[in-house]
């Protein structure tokens, strides 16, 4: 499990830092000390961060908008995903329909995938920030909206 955490953190989050004093002095308590930082709440972002709080890591993950996936606020412009939602399989072999559920983030909760929000195979883009919003809501991540780390 650890390597596997490392592995994510390492190679799909460029943005992780290591242990971050966030808007505070040095002389506030340790409350907003963090050993992971996570920048983005889109799907990778939560998805570290979910994976972050089933270790019991100390992180927090950035947003420099006001809700998670704002990417998708604008793009793709057609504003269709073009990944499917492939909730039809066939099957009830659940490893098999994550495969082909190409939208939904992985947890241990068998309820929070994507169809919760849309059963279109090409699902309109806005449901898809309503989705990263539910799973970050529902499964507490620590997410903080509105902090821009740049410039």
Same mark, same amino acid.
């Given at each position: ?73 604008? !793009? *793709? #412009?057609?504003?269709? =995903? ?8 066939? $099957? ?35 449901? !898809? *920030? #309503?989705?990263?919003? =539910? ?8 997410? $903080? ?7």
């Amino acid at each position: 499990m650890d390597r596997l955490l490392l592995l994510l953190l390492l190679f799909l989050l460029p943005g992780l830092i290591g242990s971050v004093l966030i808007d505070k002095p040095a002389d506030q308590p340790a409350a907003d000390r963090y050993d992971y930082c996570v920048l983005g709440a889109g799907p990778a972002g939560l998805q570290a961060g979910h994976f972050l709080a089933r270790a019991r890591r100390n992180y927090v993950i950035l947003e420099r908008n006001s809700g998670p996936g704002s990417f998708f606020n604008i !793009y *793709p #412009r057609h504003r269709k =995903l073009i990944s499917i939602n492939k909730i039809y399989t066939g $099957r009830r072999n659940r490893e098999f329909n994550l495969r082909h559920d190409w939208n939904s983030l992985l947890s241990d909760r068998p309820d929070l995938l994507f169809q919760r929000i849309s059963r279109d195979l090409y699902p309109h883009a806005d449901a !898809y *920030p #309503r989705y990263l919003r =539910l799973f970050a809501e529902e499964l507490g991540l620590a997410v $903080r909206y509105g902090v821009d780390v740049g410039r």
